[in-house]
Every structure is written in structure tokens, then in C-alpha cells.
């Protein structure tokens, strides 16, 4: 049974940094999509980005691109968002999420993240205005 559990969130000023790591476990399958999406207040949920075993392919929506990284370090099992440059419309439940494909995925094939199977609890992240 997959299981994410996530930690790091809290609250930044305008333009600073975060870094929200997630910890993976129950993964059998050597192909497997991981990544993040939040959901504010009264929106629907986003997908953030995203990332591959395929081939580390990664996928960021557009509003994050050259802010936010998406990384995984398997020594730790871990899953990695880092966050800069932060903005209020960043704030956020972020979740940790993860798919296990019965194929190969490669994410620059792709107009956005795969639907996940599983996610984690959730994070907080607020940058007040």
C-alpha cells in the first residue's frame, strides 16, 4: 500500500522559500509518476508539477515555472517541491501525490500530470499579501 507523508509547509513572506518534502513508501512497481497539487479556498484543485521513472521527465504548470523544482532523492524514499520566489497566489493545501503505471510515462508527452491514485494528508502553505 502506497503511503505519502507530507511535512515542511508553514508560512513565508512575498519572495521567499519553502521546501516541502514528502515521504513515499509501499512503491513495488519500478514505473511510478510522483508529484504535487494544492487547492485553495473556494478553487479547484491544480495540478503543480510532476515527475517520471521513467526518464525524469518533469512537468510544471505554467505560473510556477522557473520557481518551483520537483525532485526526488530514492535513497530517502523522499519526494522534494522547493519552492522561491513565493507569491500569495501560491497559497495553498499542497498535497503529495503519486500514480504507478503499468508502462513507461513520459511527462514531455503530456499537456499535464497523470490523475493520481494516491495522496497524502496535505500541507498548508500561506504567503499573506
Known amino acids: 500500500q502506497v503511503q505519502l507523508v507530507e511535512s515542511g509547509g508553514g508560512q513565508v513572506q512575498p519572495e521567499g522559500s519553502l521546501k516541502l518534502s514528502c515521504r513515499m513508501s509501499?512503491?513495488?512497481?519500478?514505473?511510478?509518476?510522483v508529484g504535487w497539487f494544492r487547492q485553495a479556498p473556494g478553487q479547484e484543485r491544480e495540478h503543480v508539477a510532476c515527475?517520471?521513472?521513467?526518464?525524469?521527465?518533469?512537468w510544471y504548470r505554467h505560473s510556477v515555472k522557473g520557481r518551483f523544482t520537483v525532485a526526488t532523492d530514492i535513497s530517502r524514499n523522499t519526494l522534494y517541491l522547493e519552492m522561491n520566489n513565493l507569491k500569495p497566489e501560491d497559497t495553498a493545501l499542497y498535497y503529495c501525490?503519486?500514480?504507478?503505471?503499468?508502462?513507461?510515462?513520459?511527462?514531455?508527452?503530456?499537456?499535464?500530470?497523470?490523475?493520481?491514485?494516491?495522496w497524502g494528508q496535505g500541507i498548508q502553505v500561506t504567503v499573506p499579501s
Open positions: 509501499g512503491f513495488t512497481s519500478r514505473y511510478y509518476v
Open positions: 515527475l517520471s521513472s521513467t526518464d525524469d521527465s518533469t
Open positions: 501525490a503519486a500514480t504507478v503505471p503499468r508502462t513507461e510515462e513520459r511527462l514531455g508527452e503530456r499537456a499535464t500530470c497523470p490523475l493520481y491514485d494516491y
